[in-house]
């Protein structure tokens, strides 16, 4: 079972910026894909940023609203997903949440993922 601690939310100014951090518990070989995903009161939980790799490449994904000025990475050594933000706007307000899954490819969808953490707010004033 993998667990995945999420840290780095706060509160920060329209224009700011903040790094999200994802840690697992244990080594990942079996995780084939991790993401991003936010939910704003009384919304769905939408996704945000997707990350996969096949051992020689990483390739990413954002939603429209982020693209540019949101970055996905990751440290395999440290076990570690990152979410750079940048140039934050009052609509990312919400809880972002870590996520890891089995399958591979695209996964979009928040039910396909197998392991999520516990949430960490973020939350940006105009």
């Known amino acids: 079972q993998v667990q995945l601690v999420e840290s780095g939310g706060g509160v920060v100014q329209a224009g700011g910026s903040l790094r999200l951090s994802c840690i697992a518990s244990q080594r990942t070989d079996s995780i084939n894909a991790m993401a991003w995903f936010r939910q704003a009161p009384g919304k769905v939980r939408d996704f945000v940023a997707h990350?996969?790799?096949?051992?020689?490449?990483?390739?990413?994904d954002y939603a429209h609203s982020v693209k540019g000025r949101f970055t996905i990475s990751r440290d395999r050594a440290k076990n570690t997903l990152y979410l750079q933000m940048n140039n934050l706007e009052p609509g990312d307000t919400a809880v972002y949440y870590c996520a890891a899954t089995l399958r591979r490819g695209l996964i979009l969808d928040p039910a396909q993922y197998n392991y999520w953490g516990q949430g960490t707010q973020v939350t940006v004033s105009s």
């Open positions: 990350m996969t790799w096949d051992g020689i490449t990483d390739y990413r």
